[in-house]
């Protein structure tokens, strides 16, 4: 018996039920009366949360810190790891263990699940996974102590754990209890906390860059010269989209260019340091550390861009991924110069890799659209409210203007859905788009179409 013997079972349906499987212990777990302080937690309460949880999200019904006992904030921090590193990456782990061998559909689940190019080297590249995200965790747990041990006497490494977990996953939980009320707070406090914010903007980046990465950067030996063209491309374009994000932010919020301009009066230094955070967090970490409904118009849309992006293919962080937009501005940049290939760091890229591309985001900004239509037709909230709350549920982000914590049902049904599309989407649309059929055997005559 085991996984080895599913071999008619397609590799996304897979995966899929053991995402499934782990929301719904998560939502049995965290609807038991000790889970709570109140002793009772809805079951679309506890769905969300579990889903969100698993889903590396961060959207949440109430206060993570207020709502949940420390058990119920286990189960949350245990959902978010197994979300973070895999299903797969765990059940690997667990034949490891057991010394069982690990056949070639598994390693095929694998390959997909981790983003890998080929299935060699997947139980390598497993021990790396795991042995990488404990290592960063560690780290990024230690500084996290040391930087908030003079604000919180108590439970301090618990806090440092958690924050470390939940970065470097990019699922945006906090267990501080900053605050109160439907609006996430997050870490709104701590703005001036360079150590803190540092921390968790290199556990974001590391997190969401995708384990492909470093394995390449590692058996490259960290020359730039012999890193495979995804791994230069996600190098320069996480470069690119921290630095000018970071730029535009700190106009739009630190400036008085802006007419709210809540935050102009800040220090020079928190201004610098929390527009860098601000650029780093949307993909798609979910913490913020300025108050988002305090934000100029532009500085949220910005975000709502960036949420939208996303991470890296491969990683814990979800949003189309970066290689995704790279490959689609690529391509209209050699549309408009006439060229018929498009050639990154001396490497043309495959014409099908840009059709996926292509489709994948087209994929999200109908969902997007559909959910937003929905949602906007019976919630009394503004469009901007309701657009960035779908796109940070499917983009997996977490960060919200609190629409979730106040929102219907229905409402949240949807979030809950986005949250597991945004988990599982881009794996089943590539699933789809992957298949080879036979219809390019006989090649049909060529159609006129005019555009543009």
Same mark, same amino acid.
Request: proline share 2%; net charge positive.
């Given at each position: 018996?085991?996984?080895?013997?599913?071999?008619?079972?397609?590799?996304?349906?897979?995966?899929?039920?053991?995402?499934?499987?782990?929301?719904?212990?998560?939502?049995?777990?965290?609807?038991?009366?000790?889970?709570?302080?109140?002793?009772?937690?809805?079951?679309?309460?506890?769905?969300?949360?579990?889903?969100?949880?698993?889903?590396?999200?961060?959207?949440?019904?109430?206060?993570?810190?207020?709502?949940?006992?420390?058990?119920?904030?286990?189960?949350?921090?245990?959902?978010? $790891?197994?979300?973070?590193?895999?299903?797969?990456?765990?059940?690997?782990?667990?034949?490891?263990?057991?010394?069982?061998?690990?056949?070639?559909?598994?390693?095929?689940?694998?390959?997909?699940?981790?983003?890998?190019?080929?299935?060699?080297?997947?139980?390598?590249?497993?021990?790396?996974?795991?042995?990488?995200?404990?290592?960063?965790?560690?780290?990024?747990?230690?500084?996290?102590?040391?930087?908030?041990?003079?604000?919180?006497?108590?439970?301090?490494?618990?806090?440092?754990?958690?924050?470390?977990?939940?970065?470097?996953?990019?699922?945006?939980?906090?267990?501080?209890?900053?605050?109160?009320?439907?609006?996430?707070?997050?870490?709104?406090?701590?703005?001036?906390?360079?150590?803190?914010?540092?921390?968790?903007?290199?556990?974001?980046?590391?997190?969401?860059?995708?384990?492909?990465?470093?394995?390449?950067?590692?058996?490259?030996?960290?020359?730039?010269?012999?890193? $495979?063209?995804?791994?230069?491309?996600?190098?320069?374009?996480?470069?690119?989209?921290?630095?000018?994000?970071?730029?535009?932010?700190?106009?739009?919020?630190?400036?008085?260019?802006?007419?709210?301009?809540?935050?102009?009066?800040?220090?020079?230094?928190?201004?610098?340091?929390?527009?860098?955070?601000?650029?780093?967090?949307?993909?798609?970490?979910?913490?913020?550390?300025? &108050?988002?409904?305090?934000?100029?118009?532009?500085? $949220?849309?910005?975000?709502?861009?960036?949420?939208?992006?996303?991470?890296?293919?491969?990683?814990?962080?979800?949003?189309?991924?970066?290689?995704?937009?790279?490959?689609?501005?690529?391509?209209?940049?050699?549309?408009?110069?006439?060229?018929?290939?498009?050639?990154?760091?001396?490497?043309?890229?495959?014409?099908?890799?840009?059709?996926?591309?292509?489709?994948?985001?087209?994929?999200?900004?109908?969902?997007?659209?559909?959910?937003?239509?929905?949602?906007?037709?019976?919630?009394?909230?503004?469009?901007?409210?309701?657009?960035?709350?779908?796109?940070?549920?499917?983009?997996?982000?977490?960060?919200?203007?609190?629409?979730?914590?106040?929102?219907?049902?229905?409402?949240?049904?949807?979030?809950?859905?986005?949250?597991?599309?945004?988990?599982?989407?881009?794996?089943?649309?590539?699933?789809?788009?992957?298949?080879?059929?036979? &219809?390019?055997?006989?090649?049909?005559?060529?159609?006129?179409?005019?555009?543009?």
């Amino acid at each position: 018996m085991g996984l080895t013997r599913r071999k008619n079972m397609p590799v996304v349906m897979l995966l899929s039920i053991g995402y499934f499987t782990t929301i719904i212990l998560a939502t049995i777990l965290l609807m038991l009366p000790f889970a709570s302080r109140e002793g009772h937690t809805s079951f679309i309460d506890a769905v969300l949360t579990a889903t969100s949880a698993t889903c590396v999200t961060g959207l949440i019904a109430f206060d993570t810190a207020a709502h949940w006992t420390l058990f119920g904030q286990i189960v949350i921090m245990l959902a978010i $790891q197994i979300g973070g590193l895999g299903f797969m990456t765990i059940i690997t782990l667990l034949f490891m263990v057991i010394k069982r061998n690990i056949g070639l559909y598994n390693r095929t689940v694998i390959m997909q699940s981790a983003g890998s190019y080929n299935i060699s080297g997947t139980t390598k590249l497993i021990r790396r996974i795991i042995l990488g995200t404990l290592a960063f965790e560690a780290i990024g747990a230690v500084l996290i102590y040391f930087s908030i041990k003079d604000t919180y006497t108590e439970k301090t490494w618990y806090y440092a754990i958690f924050h470390s977990i939940s970065a470097f996953c990019n699922a945006g939980f906090d267990v501080f209890g900053a605050g109160s009320g439907f609006a996430p707070v997050s870490l709104t406090p701590f703005s001036h906390n360079y150590g803190l914010l540092f921390t968790l903007m290199g556990l974001i980046i590391i997190g969401g860059s995708g384990f492909i990465v470093w394995s390449d950067i590692i058996d490259s030996r960290f020359k730039w010269s012999r890193f $495979q063209v995804h791994t230069k491309i996600v190098v320069v374009a996480n470069s690119v989209l921290i630095a000018i994000p970071a730029i535009l932010f700190f106009i739009f919020e630190f400036t008085k260019v802006g007419t709210n301009a809540a935050f102009a009066d800040m220090p020079f230094w928190d201004k610098i340091v929390n527009a860098l955070f601000m650029s780093v967090t949307p993909r798609t970490a979910g913490f913020n550390s300025v &108050d988002l409904n305090s934000m100029t118009a532009s500085g $949220q849309l910005l975000t709502v861009f960036l949420m939208l992006i996303g991470g890296n293919s491969g990683s814990t962080a979800g949003g189309v991924k970066v290689t995704t937009i790279v490959i689609i501005f690529a391509t209209l940049i050699s549309s408009a110069r006439g060229q018929e290939n498009i050639v990154m760091f001396k490497r043309r890229i495959n014409e099908k890799l840009i059709k996926q591309s292509l489709s994948l985001l087209i994929a999200y900004l109908i969902i997007i659209l559909t959910a937003t239509l929905i949602i906007g037709s019976y919630e009394n909230y503004s469009l901007m409210e309701i657009l960035f709350e779908v796109v940070s549920a499917i983009g997996t982000v977490g960060l919200s203007l609190g629409l979730t914590g106040t929102c219907a049902v229905a409402t949240k049904i949807i979030i809950i859905i986005l949250m597991y599309i945004g988990r599982l989407g881009a794996l089943t649309l590539f699933d789809l788009l992957l298949k080879d059929t036979n &219809d390019t055997i006989v090649e049909k005559p060529e159609g006129k179409v005019l555009v543009g």
